[in-house]
């Protein structure tokens, strides 16, 4: 059907009970620079690659130092299933000196207490401010100030085969650094809790063989610039070497909305769609090997939800949505990918394929249901 191959993973906070909220995702989504100061962006040269190159082994030993001291151990309880208590423990690093952390929704998710551990040992308990609708993140504030924060990268110039850090506190060892390096991009997983009673779909994650266990969950994977490109989230229970990132450019957005004081939200179309590519063109006739295709994978179910912006708009099953504002929908940049920088309320255009023929839609952006 021309979609990427589904690897059974496990979450990996540590949780010793609890389920994860089983959401619906769209297919989503070096070098050197300075911590963030007020505005979630990318460093002034983040996409410049050409400084990171020659001495690896001192370039780790550098990143490491560098992100270290911004990596910080979360420890929850309380909540669980059905009157049960749950406990666990997972990783986090602070972005913002203000006292403003990312790390994984699974690991703070049903907790009715959280305690933040820094790097140097001072403990804060800590509250979630937000969860993210769309993948498995979460914002964790502490009432702290000038405290030692990660420089931010970007996810959109990763290569295979470049190097990748992943720092965390897996099985209550503080600070573990693993190294690998990038061995895939746009991967969809199905992700489990520990207890396997639950699970949800990950897409467009970042494949890495550097190893990812229970408790390095929301840690920082780290280029060997020192920057935070990844928020560890999952690694495979059946095989060696396959651990997986939510790349951070996907979670930039909520970053900054946090650091605004606004409520976590993300833009909606409302529709299930299957990237276009050429071996689906192929068996189903299509006019373009490109775009995605409104409907889903095994044609069953809605494709389009009611009162949705889509349904609105006068979208329909069967459609291809090939450009969003003029920019071509593709593997590299697939429908969510474009519209995750807009804000709900935005009003995008889209070029659509219908019967073989292009019609421009206009399209106002809901806000992500939280139990979609």
């Known amino acids: 059907m021309g979609t ?4 059974a993973v496990a979450v990996v906070a540590g949780i010793l009970s609890g389920a994860l ?10 070098e050197r620079g300075a911590p963030i100061t007020g505005d979630v962006a990318a460093t002034p040269d983040a996409n410049n690659v050409s400084d990171v190159r020659i001495d690896e082994s001192s370039a780790v030993i550098e990143a490491v130092d560098q992100v270290t001291p911004a990596v910080v151990t979360i420890q929850s309880s309380g909540g669980g299933v059905l009157g049960t208590s749950s406990s666990g423990t997972g990783s ?9 952390i ?3 929704r699974h690991v703070v998710e049903d907790a009715s207490e959280l305690l933040v551990v820094l790097n140097d040992g001072r403990q804060f308990p800590g509250e979630t401010y937000g969860i993210d609708t769309l993948t498995d993140l979460a914002i964790v504030k502490i009432d702290a100030a000038d405290l030692p924060m990660a420089a931010i990268g970007t996810s959109s110039h990763l290569e295979p085969g470049q190097v990748a850090i992943a720092i965390g506190n897996p099985l209550g060892y503080e600070n573990t650094v693993t190294t690998g390096v990038v061995s895939g991009l746009g991967r969809r997983i199905t992700a489990s809790d520990a207890s396997q009673t639950s699970a949800e779909t990950l897409n467009n994650l970042i494949q890495t063989d550097a190893a990812i266990n229970p408790g390095n969950s929301g840690g920082p994977l780290v280029n060997s610039a020192g920057q935070v490109i990844g928020v560890n ?9 396959l651990g997986f990132a939510i790349p951070i450019d996907v979670a930039r957005p909520i970053m900054q909305q946090a650091l605004d004081g606004d409520e976590l939200t993300r833009p909606w179309i409302g529709v299930y769609y299957v990237p276009v590519d050429p071996a689906l063109a192929a068996e189903q006739d299509l006019p373009v090997e490109y775009g995605a295709l409104i409907g889903t994978a095994d044609g069953s179910g809605q494709a389009v939800f009611p009162g949705s912006p889509a349904e609105g708009a006068g979208l329909r099953s069967g459609d291809i949505i090939v450009a969003v504002d003029g920019e071509q929908v593709s593997a590299d940049s697939d429908l969510a990918t474009l519209i995750l920088p807009h804000a709900s309320g935005d009003t995008i255009t889209l ?7 292009t019609r421009e839609v206009e399209v106002t952006l809901g806000e992500l249901p939280a139990d979609s």
């Not at 909220?21 to 070096?30: D, E, L, P």
């Not at 986090?92 to 403003?100: C, L, Q």
């Not at 070029?351 to 023929?357: C, E, I």
């Open 233 to 241: 989230t999952a690694v495979s229970t059946n095989a060696q070497g």
């Open 21 to 30: 909220s089983a959401v619906a995702v769209s297919n989503m989504i070096q």
């Open 102 to 104: 990312l790390t994984n």
């Open 4 to 7: 990427l191959p589904i690897i």
């Open 92 to 100: 986090g690093f602070i972005y913002d000196a203000d006292g403003w």
């Open 351 to 357: 070029r659509v394929l219908r019967d073989n023929s």
